[in-house]
């Protein structure tokens, strides 16, 4: 029963997460043996914190970072890129076996971009069985809400969830393997005090129109597959 509940109460959190299809443009971030990063710098070199009060030399050459550093580049030019109506399939496996048939669910996404395209936001809307009174599965209708972006500071995507499933606010880190177009992304999420549950994204780029989501969980060191998403651009 824990199980189920805790993939019941996990599960939203994905359907925003289609997050992120990224692209990472910093060179001279050092990339980890299963990253690539792509050829396009979007910093400059860092600037020494002043000890003490700073010159008004310092001053400008921190400012001058600072501008530098809200400015947009591919990354962000790509998650606007998504700008529209999606729908999607999802497939949630709700039983720790992988061979039982998984709970199916369709829904609508809606993307586009704020703050002169540095952030992306997510709606989504659609129906999912949860447990009801007495135990009984019951149609429910599921809302949640992401926010994405490219952190020019920390070289990586990252994003929020919220939903109509709870009062927390999930947040998650990405990179962006620009060879086979996948991105992964992990975060970690306490849906229950001391219930800390880490996860895992595996967002695949499939075309222009086409997006495909893992989604994996850890339980005690075992990290398994519970949930699919696929998206379909709607034109």
Not at 94 to 101: A, E, G, I, L, Q
Not at 115 to 144: C, I, N, W, Y
Request: proline share 6%.
């Amino acid at each position: 029963m824990k199980t189920l509940r805790l993939s019941l109460l996990l599960t939203p959190c994905l359907l925003f997460s289609f997050c992120p299809v990224f692209a990472q443009t910093d060179t001279t971030a050092t990339a980890s043996p299963s990253m690539a990063t792509s050829p396009v710098a979007v910093a400059t070199s860092p600037v020494a914190a002043p000890t003490g009060q700073p010159s008004a030399e310092d001053m400008q050459k921190m400012m001058q970072q600072m501008m530098d550093l809200s400015k947009l580049n591919e990354n962000h030019k790509l998650l606007a890129s998504l700008d529209g109506t999606w729908n999607y399939t999802v497939k949630m496996w709700m039983s720790p076996d992988p061979t039982s048939k998984p709970q199916e669910s369709k829904g609508v996404a809606v993307r586009k971009s704020i703050m002169d395209g540095r952030f992306s936001e997510m709606d989504v809307t659609g129906k999912m069985q949860m447990p009801g009174a007495g135990g009984k599965m019951q149609e429910m209708t599921f809302k949640g809400h992401g926010m994405e972006g490219y952190d020019n500071v920390k070289k990586k995507f990252v994003g929020t969830w919220m939903d109509n499933m709870g009062t927390g606010i999930m947040m998650a880190e990405g990179d962006y393997d620009p060879a086979s177009k996948t991105f992964n992304y992990t975060g970690e999420f306490e849906m229950m005090p001391g219930m800390k549950q880490k996860i895992r994204e595996v967002v695949k780029l499939t075309d222009k129109d086409h997006m495909i989501l893992e989604w994996y969980e850890n339980h005690g060191g075992q990290e398994a597959k519970t949930m699919e998403i696929n998206y379909t651009r709607k034109k």
